[in-house]
């Protein structure tokens, strides 16, 4: 999805669950009211999709695409830029996506109470180690959050990454840093959408 795409559809679904006048009509919540006759299996559904784009909006890379000589149609927010395979990531999208190789692979299901652990663990050590500033978190402002993705890919994802090489230890560490900043940004917009979404309940 583009950053439009995601912003569009982030709004729509926020308002069909805050039960906005008309939001049923939108092209986003239509098929899955057709999915999902019943309302509250529909609402769960449209929950689920606001958590997963929420998520999706802060990989800079779901939020731009390079449009230059190479890529005249965009590089389809990085995966047209092919490097050597490492765990499985072998394009730019991919890098970003396992958090600069940090977790390039998918979990064992179901979570044991170990996998539990360490989630809960890592969790707080990220929260500590990478505090947010409560004013830049622009609570639902999903245009915000987009132009930030917008300005992380500029400083970060693009400045010094060598088409077909694999990125350097300092892109790879400058860029972990920006991500896992974004992780708890995320997070704690996330939070306070779904309290938004509840209230209006």
């Known amino acids: 999805m583009s950053a ?3 912003v569009q559809a982030l709004t729509a679904l926020t308002n069909y669950l805050k039960n906005v006048s008309g939001s049923q009509k939108s092209s986003y919540i239509t098929p899955i009211l057709a999915a999902y006759p019943n309302p509250d299996d529909a609402k ?10 929420v998520g999706d909006i802060h ?13 005249p149609v965009g590089d389809r927010g ?18 970003w996506d396992s958090v600069l190789y940090e977790y390039t692979a998918y979990p064992n299901l179901p979570l044991s109470s170990s996998d539990y652990s360490w989630y809960t663990s890592t969790a707080a050590t990220q929260y500590k180690n990478y505090p947010i500033s409560s ?4 609570s639902s402002n999903f245009n915000y959050w987009a132009q930030e993705g917008l300005q992380i890919s500029q400083d970060y994802v693009y400045a010094g990454f060598v088409e ?11 860029g972990e840093q920006k991500l896992f900043s974004q992780m708890n940004y995320g997070a704690r917009r996330l939070a ?10």
Do not use: C, M, W
Not at 78 to 95: D, E, Q, R, T, W
């Open 4 to 6: 439009t795409d995601v």
């Open 44 to 53: 769960s559904f449209a929950l689920r999709l606001v958590i997963h784009y």
């Open 59 to 71: 990989q800079p890379l779901h939020t731009t695409s390079e449009v230059n000589d190479q890529f």
């Open 78 to 95: 990085g995966n047209s830029h092919k490097i050597p395979n490492v765990s499985g990531a072998s394009n730019l999208h991919a890098v």
């Open 135 to 138: 004013s830049k978190i622009h």
């Open 164 to 174: 077909g090489q694999v990125p350097s230890a300092t892109y790879q560490n400058k």
């Open 192 to 201: 306070s959408l779904v309290e938004d979404l509840y209230a209006a309940q």
